[in-house]
């Protein structure tokens, strides 16, 4: 076990998943580190709209800390990121440009960026869009971790100066996900998900087209910000937010779950969802669109099915059996177990600490 750590994390949120992928990532990630024995800190910028919505307040893994701007981020919070051997941003964090960089300025040990929207961060500085990143401050990190893998790690190193991109993608906590005996099926085919734009076409195709080719199955989407005007097929069961610790039972009473990619993650490839995970550690068998890299996460036919046709996907949901959609799930969880948990990304992200400190070791050694 590599020596413990004492980090600091500055990320979106921890506290509330509403209408965010990051919470979840987080939190599986740090408990994992946790289960390693590392000391964690995350200091999480205050916003009314997670101030009504939190579902954790005070996680048992790590400890938490709210600040109302960088005024007060520096005030209280400069010892603990100046002492900590690890200081990790996070994408989306507000003002995230000068939060970087006075980690940058501040801190002693290691400074990395986490990337849980890679694609879309790329898009975003091509176009000059620094919300919360801009090229200046990328090569100021000791380590830009990225939930997309693949060829992007290379453009981040030789475009925008990464001094070392590495994929952290996401995790899940298998104490949280896993199968449960005897919960009835309530759906055929469900998604978990916030409205998105680029995403809905995929979702018409491979979920309300086959609902309305299929009127006696059932389906169900979850998740908030979908306009009113959307025309959901009746048999299409609506909830518009489902906090995290109702996941594992939605995803347990689906006799499939369904996986839809942001169009920016389908061009990059290599960026699997923090769902996919969770909805494979519960067994339960997903259908996804194609990406490339899926095949190098799951092998497609025996731990997942992929396809870009509604036509498929409604032969899919009339004619696998119950064995078999029970052994694509099986597959897909001992897939899980083995190299997708917030443990594993732990000892990931110890393996690039110690690429850093050797690195510095040996340039104050010339």
């Not at 004492?6 to 998943?17: K, M, P, Q, R």
């Not at 699997?272 to 067994?283: I, N, Q, T, W």
């Not at 190299?339 to 110690?354: C, D, F, P, Q």
Request: glycine fraction near 8%.
């Amino acid at each position: 076990m590599a020596c413990k750590l004492d980090v600091v994390v500055l990320g979106l949120s921890i506290t509330s998943s509403w209408g965010n992928g990051h919470a979840t990532t987080y939190r599986a990630l740090l408990k994992g580190m946790a289960a390693r024995g590392h000391r964690i800190l995350f200091l999480e910028r205050n916003r009314p709209w997670y101030a009504d919505t939190r579902d954790m307040d005070r996680p048992g893994f790590c400890k938490v800390a709210l600040y109302n701007g960088l005024n007060e981020l520096a005030e209280k919070h400069a010892d603990a990121v100046r002492r900590a051997d690890l200081v990790i941003v996070g994408s989306y964090v507000p003002d995230g440009v000068d939060v970087g960089a006075w980690v940058q300025a501040t801190a002693e040990g290691v400074t990395a960026f986490y990337d849980i929207d890679t694609p879309v961060t790329m898009t975003r500085l091509e176009r000059g869009d620094t919300e919360y990143l801009s090229a200046w401050v990328i090569p100021g990190f000791d380590l830009y971790l990225s939930f997309t893998g693949g060829p992007i790690l290379d453009r981040l190193e030789r475009e925008f100066g990464a001094q070392r991109a590495r994929v952290l993608y996401c995790s899940v906590d298998p104490d949280a996900y896993f199968p449960e005996l005897g919960p009835p099926v309530r759906w055929d085919l469900g998604y978990l998900g916030t409205y998105s734009i680029d995403r809905q076409p995929t979702l018409n195709r491979l979920l309300l087209a086959p609902a309305r080719q299929l009127p006696h199955a059932s389906f169900i989407v979850a998740g908030p910000q979908y306009p009113e005007d959307i025309d959901w097929p009746v048999n299409v069961q609506r909830v518009d937010h489902l906090p995290p610790a109702e996941h594992r039972s939605f995803y347990n009473a689906q006799r499939f779950t369904l996986n839809v990619t942001r169009a920016d993650m389908v061009t990059a490839g290599w960026s699997p969802s923090v769902r996919l995970f969770e909805a494979a550690a519960c067994g339960t068998p997903i259908i996804s669109d194609p990406w490339h890299g899926l095949e190098t996460l799951f092998t497609p036919g025996e731990e997942i099915l992929i396809t870009a046709d509604s036509e498929q996907v409604a032969r899919w949901l009339r004619d696998i059996t119950p064995a078999r959609a029970s052994a694509i799930g099986r597959a897909a969880r001992r897939r899980v177990l083995a190299s997708h948990t917030g443990v594993r990304r732990a000892m990931e992200l110890e393996t690039y600490v110690a690429e850093v400190r050797a690195a510095s070791v040996s340039a104050r050694a010339l």
